[in-house]
């Protein structure tokens, strides 16, 4: 072979806020492959960014979605059977994939094939890596272009991020129907892998896999870790001896922050930190809550800071929240928060979901509270602030070690070199970040985009 190996990895979301796809991609580009992510534009224009050595190519939605009729005909342009995928629901409106705010997070899915599935084949690649349930259907299709041309079908593998039959915030008539598409689709892929053994186990029993899936859980980076500029207690002009809660990750009722919140009646000394993607209804109602209960002083809103980044800026903080809501998948992993905190030497206060729970009892690592309780959430802090370096000594080297990226990948390259037989030249750990988008010109076909940024190097 006269160039890299090549995957291409597919996400239906905007890619620069998901952690577990960069760092995949980041991770296996600096292992010797030349790594693309294939994901939506938030504006009308083709654009590249890159992180690291990896590249991020992005698409603008093809039609209107407001208008399923418009969707059925660009499909039919195609040459996509729309009636098919329609009766099992997967062309909708927006609204009716995820309600509420999250809507933005997945696209329909036969948009997505029309969008993505002729460039990936265009790539040309060598794996295609489906990186959560959605992105079945798009891979599968681009496999079958790039056989169609006369190729081989390359080989797969499914990412499943979460339990979809867990998925709790999709309409049930929509999660019957991917439910149905995942098992359709998932034993025409040729290796599946996931969050937590749990989930692993799952997903084989109730897939009937004949392989056991490869878990590489959502840890931190090491090598490519950075010194934020800044902390987290000095951007919000707090002292030292003030304690500091904080929370980092997505808003949602089902993430339990309210507890916290209404927590700071009864932990007067206590701060709230809420580092948060963006604004949105949850996120007001949580300030008005703060606001009728007259600790807005002591609730303070941060935006999220550079994956790199994040265990810096929190190491001044004084605890660490997960408090996760009872819902099928927050019982079966650990999210990525829960080994940041550990790297940002931080004890953790977590709510009793199973998984998590269980960890974070058995490393004594912080206390557990009874979910969306106060007054039992109000025990677990205090404990917690009476002694920190009790479960800070929970934080040794070799537990640092495996929960991170680059231990949990060694998982993963070895799956990417069985299925293909390629392996890459590896380099050099490359900084993780991410550049700012270079705009396609218009006119200018895929593949000459793609030269431009492609590796000629060769494999080993």
Same mark, same amino acid.
Not at 227 to 237: E, Y
Not at 336 to 351: D, L
């Given at each position: 072979?006269?160039?890299?190996?090549?995957?291409?990895?597919?996400?239906?979301?905007?890619?620069?806020?998901?952690?577990?796809?960069?760092?995949?991609?980041?991770?296996?580009?600096?292992?010797?492959?030349?790594?693309?992510?294939?994901?939506?534009?938030?504006?009308?224009?083709?654009?590249?960014?890159?992180? /690291?050595?990896?590249?991020?190519?992005?698409?603008?939605?093809?039609?209107?979605?407001?208008?399923?009729?418009?969707?059925?005909?660009?499909?039919?342009?195609?040459?996509?059977?729309?009636?098919?995928?329609?009766?099992?629901?997967?062309?909708?409106?927006?609204?009716?994939?995820?309600?509420?705010?999250?809507?933005?997070?997945?696209?329909?899915?036969?948009?997505?094939?029309?969008?993505?599935?002729?460039?990936?084949?265009?790539?040309?690649?060598?794996?295609?890596?489906?990186?959560?349930? @959605?992105?079945?259907?798009?891979?599968?299709?681009?496999?079958?272009?790039?056989?169609?041309?006369?190729?081989?079908?390359?080989?797969?593998?499914?990412?499943?991020?979460?339990?979809?039959?867990?998925?709790?915030?999709?309409?049930?008539?929509?999660?019957?129907?991917?439910?149905?598409?995942?098992?359709?689709?998932?034993?025409?892929?040729?290796?599946?892998?996931?969050?937590?053994?749990?989930?692993?186990?799952?997903?084989?029993?109730?897939?009937?896999?004949?392989?056991?899936?490869?878990?590489?859980?959502?840890?931190?980076?090491?090598?490519?870790?950075?010194?934020?500029? @800044?902390?987290?207690?000095?951007?919000?002009?707090?002292?030292?001896?003030?304690?500091?809660?904080?929370?980092?990750? /997505?808003?949602?009722?089902?993430?339990?922050?309210?507890?916290?919140?209404?927590?700071?009646?009864?932990?007067?000394?206590?701060? =709230?930190?809420?580092?948060?993607? /963006?604004?949105?209804?949850?996120?007001?109602?949580?300030?008005?809550?703060?606001?009728?209960?007259?600790?807005?002083?002591?609730?303070?809103?941060?935006?999220?800071?550079?994956?790199?980044?994040?265990?810096?800026?929190?190491?001044?903080?004084?605890?660490?929240?997960?408090?996760?809501?009872?819902?099928?998948?927050?019982? =079966?992993?650990?999210?990525?928060?829960?080994?940041?905190?550990?790297?940002?030497?931080?004890?953790?206060?977590? @709510?009793?979901?199973?998984?998590?729970?269980?960890?974070?009892?058995?490393?004594?690592?912080?206390?557990?509270?009874?979910?969306?309780?106060?007054?039992?959430?109000?025990?677990?802090?205090?404990?917690?602030?009476?002694?920190?370096?009790?479960?800070?000594?929970?934080?040794?080297?070799?537990?640092?070690?495996?929960?991170?990226?680059?231990?949990?990948?060694?998982?993963?390259?070895?799956?990417?070199?069985?299925?293909? /037989?390629?392996?890459?030249?590896?380099?050099?750990?490359?900084?993780?970040? =991410?550049?700012?988008?270079?705009?396609?010109?218009?006119?200018?076909?895929?593949?000459?985009?793609?030269?431009?940024? =492609?590796?000629?190097?060769?494999?080993?």
């Amino acid at each position: 072979m006269s160039r890299r190996p090549r995957a291409a990895m597919i996400v239906l979301n905007h890619v620069t806020n998901d952690s577990r796809v960069l760092k995949g991609a980041w991770y296996m580009a600096d292992q010797g492959w030349d790594v693309v992510i294939f994901g939506w534009a938030p504006k009308s224009d083709v654009d590249h960014i890159d992180v /690291g050595r990896a590249d991020i190519v992005r698409f603008p939605r093809p039609v209107n979605q407001r208008h399923p009729n418009r969707v059925i005909q660009k499909l039919r342009r195609y040459g996509i059977k729309a009636r098919n995928y329609a009766r099992q629901g997967w062309i909708m409106t927006i609204g009716q994939v995820i309600p509420g705010p999250s809507s933005e997070i997945l696209r329909p899915i036969g948009l997505a094939k029309i969008a993505m599935s002729e460039a990936i084949a265009d790539f040309e690649p060598d794996l295609i890596h489906a990186q959560d349930f @959605s992105a079945l259907p798009v891979a599968l299709s681009a496999a079958r272009k790039l056989e169609s041309r006369g190729g081989t079908r390359p080989p797969m593998i499914y990412d499943a991020h979460e339990f979809l039959p867990g998925q709790a915030n999709l309409k049930r008539a929509i999660r019957r129907s991917l439910v149905a598409m995942e098992r359709s689709i998932i034993k025409q892929f040729n290796a599946v892998v996931t969050v937590s053994p749990k989930i692993a186990e799952m997903l084989h029993e109730n897939h009937n896999l004949a392989k056991h899936p490869v878990v590489v859980q959502n840890d931190p980076v090491l090598a490519a870790s950075r010194i934020h500029p @800044s902390d987290i207690r000095k951007d919000l002009g707090l002292a030292a001896d003030i304690p500091l809660m904080v929370y980092s990750g /997505g808003i949602a009722p089902q993430r339990g922050i309210m507890v916290a919140v209404k927590s700071l009646t009864a932990l007067p000394q206590h701060h =709230l930190a809420i580092m948060a993607p /963006g604004e949105n209804a949850h996120l007001i109602q949580l300030t008005d809550k703060a606001a009728e209960l007259g600790v807005s002083d002591r609730v303070h809103v941060l935006p999220f800071v550079s994956n790199a980044e994040v265990t810096s800026y929190l190491k001044s903080a004084d605890i660490g929240l997960i408090m996760n809501t009872h819902h099928v998948n927050h019982e =079966l992993s650990t999210p990525t928060k829960f080994s940041e905190y550990a790297h940002a030497n931080i004890p953790i206060v977590v @709510s009793d979901v199973k998984f998590l729970a269980a960890e974070t009892r058995r490393l004594g690592m912080g206390e557990v509270f009874i979910s969306e309780d106060v007054e039992s959430f109000v025990e677990a802090v205090k404990k917690v602030s009476a002694d920190k370096a009790k479960y800070i000594a929970a934080y040794v080297p070799e537990f640092l070690q495996e929960r991170s990226w680059e231990a949990q990948c060694e998982r993963l390259v070895p799956l990417y070199q069985e299925l293909t /037989g390629l392996h890459g030249i590896v380099q050099q750990p490359s900084v993780f970040k =991410l550049s700012e988008p270079e705009i396609k010109p218009d006119g200018e076909n895929m593949k000459d985009f793609y030269t431009k940024f =492609l590796s000629a190097e060769t494999t080993a």
